[in-house]
């Protein structure tokens, strides 16, 4: 079932709270209309958070590093260019190596060591909402932090922080031809990734991951194919605004609920007040 204009509504009590409108019959008409921009505000607020779970979910699906998916906190080495048959991440470059990893910086930061290079290779470092946090490109060691974390680092390293908890890193590493691939694996090969408290010598052994069938998906199409239920549930690093939106919904009383539904109905049923 996908997500409709229709199934908005369904979330409207929900968005009422939020607003903090008290609805009785004779309002109905009005805030049907603001329920329905809030709601529809509301998704389009939540869409890269889900998004963007929902690739890491496919991303590290999986025991150990492969060229297309690692655990968390592990580079995940393309090998070769990407072609049409690559579905987690939609218009890849025809003449790029992507080297991807999908941090989770909750607990420390995590180093990015990134390398000497002899072509265009550079680090594009996303927060869960998918804005570009920095792009690292001068040579060196990167400790990319979440934003609250107090702690201090070792002389050299450049502190990069993120608002979220969740990081996705992007390398894009030219590629001049087919004979070209073992200069872009052995670049690959000097970049470095680990927790803060590894650096500088290394984890002995990268900590295995998990894999689930169920978790085997196309992330855009496993996003627009949730219910309402299921998107605002969906295990996204959520803000705080959207956990108050679903608090204030247990606030509303009964009769606030009977107005809602109605208006739902109404709405559903085609009929505008």
């Given at each position: 079932?996908?997500?409709?204009?229709?199934?908005?509504?369904?979330?409207?009590?929900?968005?009422?709270?939020?607003?903090?409108?008290?609805?009785?019959?004779?309002?109905?008409?009005?805030?049907?209309?603001?329920?329905?921009?809030?709601?529809?505000?509301?998704?389009?607020?939540?869409?890269?958070?889900?998004?963007?779970?929902?690739?890491?979910?496919?991303?590290?699906?999986?025991?150990?590093?492969?060229?297309?998916?690692?655990?968390?906190?592990?580079?995940?080495?393309?090998?070769?260019?990407?072609?049409?048959?690559?579905?987690?991440?939609?218009?890849?470059?025809?003449?790029?190596?992507?080297?991807?990893?999908?941090?989770?910086?909750?607990?420390?930061?995590?180093?990015?060591?990134?390398?000497?290079?002899?072509?265009?290779?550079?680090?594009?470092?996303?927060?869960?909402?998918?804005?570009?946090?920095?792009?690292?490109?001068?040579?060196?060691?990167?400790?990319?932090?979440?934003?609250?974390?107090?702690?201090?680092?070792?002389?050299?390293?450049?502190?990069?922080?993120?608002?979220?908890?969740?990081?996705?890193?992007?390398?894009?590493?030219?590629?001049?031809?087919?004979?070209?691939?073992?200069?872009?694996?052995?670049?690959?090969?000097?970049?470095?990734?680990?927790?803060?408290?590894?650096?500088?010598?290394?984890?002995?052994?990268?900590?295995?991951?998990?894999?689930?069938?169920e978790n085997d998906f196309v992330p855009v199409q496993k996003v627009l194919a949730m219910t309402p239920q299921e998107f605002f549930d969906a295990d996204a690093e959520q803000p705080k605004e959207l956990s108050k939106l679903i608090s204030d919904l247990k606030k509303l009383n009964k009769r606030q609920l009977e107005n809602i539904a109605d208006i739902v109905n109404d709405l559903a049923n085609g009929n505008r007040r």
């Open positions: 079932m996908k997500m409709t204009r229709r199934d908005f509504l369904k979330l409207s009590s929900a968005a009422a709270a939020a607003c903090g409108v008290t609805l009785l019959p004779a309002q109905k008409a009005d805030a049907a209309s603001a329920i329905q921009t809030l709601l529809e505000e509301a998704y389009l607020y939540a869409f890269p958070l889900v998004l963007v779970d929902a690739t890491k979910t496919v991303s590290t699906n999986t025991k150990t590093a492969s060229a297309s998916r690692a655990p968390v906190n592990q580079f995940i080495h393309a090998r070769k260019l990407l072609d049409a048959s690559s579905r987690t991440v939609v218009s890849p470059n025809v003449d790029t190596i992507y080297t991807q990893a999908w941090l989770d910086v909750s607990a420390e930061p995590q180093i990015y060591v990134v390398p000497e290079a002899d072509r265009f290779f550079n680090v594009q470092v996303l927060d869960a909402w998918t804005n570009t946090a920095a792009v690292l490109e001068a040579p060196g060691a990167y400790a990319i932090a979440y934003s609250s974390w107090e702690g201090t680092l070792p002389e050299g390293v450049r502190r990069i922080d993120i608002p979220t908890r969740t990081v996705w890193t992007i390398a894009r590493i030219m590629l001049s031809g087919p004979d070209d691939l073992p200069n872009v694996a052995a670049l690959q090969g000097r970049m470095q990734l680990m927790p803060l408290s590894a650096y500088p010598a290394g984890l002995a052994a990268a900590p295995e991951g998990s894999y689930s069938p």
